[in-house]
């Protein structure tokens, strides 16, 4: 009933106060017989136990609607899908969480070539989008709302030009190609429906004079040819919101999570059954009368004057796909781009299901989907929903596509058990999924049944992920901080109120083995390789009782897997923190030199009570020395520093150029003095 509907409104907008972090795009909504889970925008009732299994492919359009209008027609209520298409929401660590979209073989993996520091990737060869880019001739960045393109080939750096991004685009990062930039970024906002290509009337109602359709995400691309002055030259506007993307040799590929769009709703006339009962018949027979392009993402290509190029549905029917056991009307879709063509779309594919967290290879793409709820936040209402059986055992589903040349193609589904901390929690070799993930939050310390963490091995076949090998028992009423997989052994850090290191060998797939455990206050939250027996933890010392102190480097000897150690402590500041402890893109090491962005609160003789910039830190013979500190003007204020606070740090050739939104500085690599000092556009 309506009643229900509001009252469990009511306690997400009460809980979301609590909560000021943000997640990747994800809903969870009701349906008959107690089915709730996470999916995208616009997402029904999916059971949280899906059972994994190939999915189906659509052999045309008339199969795709049949399917979606069965089974929309059994789940449309009075109000149309319940919680509509502009509240997504999910659970996550207990909290809940409101979403707008909201991410190593080898010690080489984070990218660089002869002169020049690239993005910190998790794999070799496969491109992250990022806010700040460099071919080593230019470094390109996003601050300000604005792109600004600089020239570091002569003495000082040179801004050379600069674009002011659409206001009403939340530009979240991006891809240098040759002289193209493309900026990738998330819309919520009215549309005009003549421009999702329904003309003047939605399905099911005429629509008002000046009407426009709203609360509807878009996924923005924008190509700026950066070859003279820069200049917007293309835009691409998908429905859905954008999840993630990754980039091998100029051909990138784009997840993006969407739900059906162009639905006007009857809704009751009055109070009582009848007039319910009249909005559902309505409805229903809305639902009858739907076209393909309420159901898959629609895109238009414009030019820079927004002329019309092209426009259409992004997936093809016979491109899409949908499991055997309901998942929801959300379109996770994939989408190819050959980036010295631009922003024509050169293959998509789709899944009739949602998506939250994207890991690449080299040869493949995977998408996963977390799903998991608390009975206890829904305390008054669960027994009506039906829904407590189905929180034991929640899993997480994962998809796998090829990546071969420009075809992007379905292979595979399968799940883990729990949910994944991120995409490290994902490596591919030798064919086979590695998966870190962790069972059963302990939601809000209330002791709902213990956690523990699970390394599980899966292969394909037959278009299913197959779980061939399993470990667990990994830190028992504790959740996972870091996991980096290296070749044939995984390095896992959990955390309540110490840290346990644990190594795990994966040399036999099906049979991975734990061989050690190195317990020490505090956590990592990011490894990262330096060589075969060293690894690097970058995160928070903390109390034997857990309370966190401050950001803190550790270097781990790996060399024994039996018997892990930490061989070197820094602390970086009392009540410190890193953007490199939970974004891996903030991470540079260059030679035996890391560089951290770093801002202290507590209060320093010869620094103050804030401070912001970045540090640097030398590893050699077993040590970890804190050799320079980095910072921006302005950044000694603690009313407007933040401004100056840095986002990124790269090397090229003999000079270290560190970027925030106050502008970039450049600093000789080997006494880190400061050199020039560039400030951008405050506009």
Known sequence: MRRTTLAITALILALTSCSSATSTMSTTSRRPGGLISGGGVGGRGVPVNLVAGALVRFNACDDFLTHVKAEAVERVGPYGFDWGYGSPWMWR???????????????????????????????????????????????????????????VTGRKPVLTGSVELAPDVSIREMFLHGDTVVLLGNSWGPMPLEFVGIGSDAVGMAVPDGYRGGGSPTVTLTEVDIAEDPEVVHKLQIDGGYISSRMIDGAARVAITSGPTGFVWAYPEGSGLRAERAAIAANKKIVEESTIENWVPYFILSDAAGTVLDEGPAIACDRAHYPAEFAGFDMLSILTFDLDDGLEIAGSTGVLAGGEMVYASADSIYVATN?????????????ELQIAPQFDGARTQIHQFDMSGLSTDYVATGSVPGYLLNQFAMSEHNGDLRVASTTSPDWWGRGRGSQESVVSVLRPNDGELEVIGRVDGLGKDEQIYSVRFLGEVAYLVTFRQTDPLFTIDLSDPKNPVVRGELKIPGYSSYLHPISDTLVLGVGQDATDEGRVLGSQVSLFDVSDLDEPRRIAKLTLGHDSNSTAEYDHRAFLLWENTVVLPITEYGWHDERGSYHTGAVAIEIGDGRLTEIARVVHPGAGSARFGWNAEILRSLVIGDSLYTVSNAGLLESDWDSFEDVSWLEFDKR
Do not use: H, Y
Not at 133 to 139: E, H, L, M, V, Y
Not at 371 to 383: F, K, Y
């Open 93 to 151: 660590d207990g909290i809940l969480e409101m979403a707008l979209a909201a991410p190593v073989a080898a010690a080489e993996a984070g990218g660089r070539s002869d002169d020049f520091s690239a993005t910190n990737n998790q794999e070799a060869g496969v491109d992250e989008a990022d806010i700040v880019k460099t071919d080593g001739r230019r470094i390109v960045a996003i601050t300000n709302n604005r792109l600004s393109v600089i020239d």
């Open 371 to 383: 799903r998991w709820v608390d009975t206890a936040v829904l305390e008054g209402v669960a027994e």
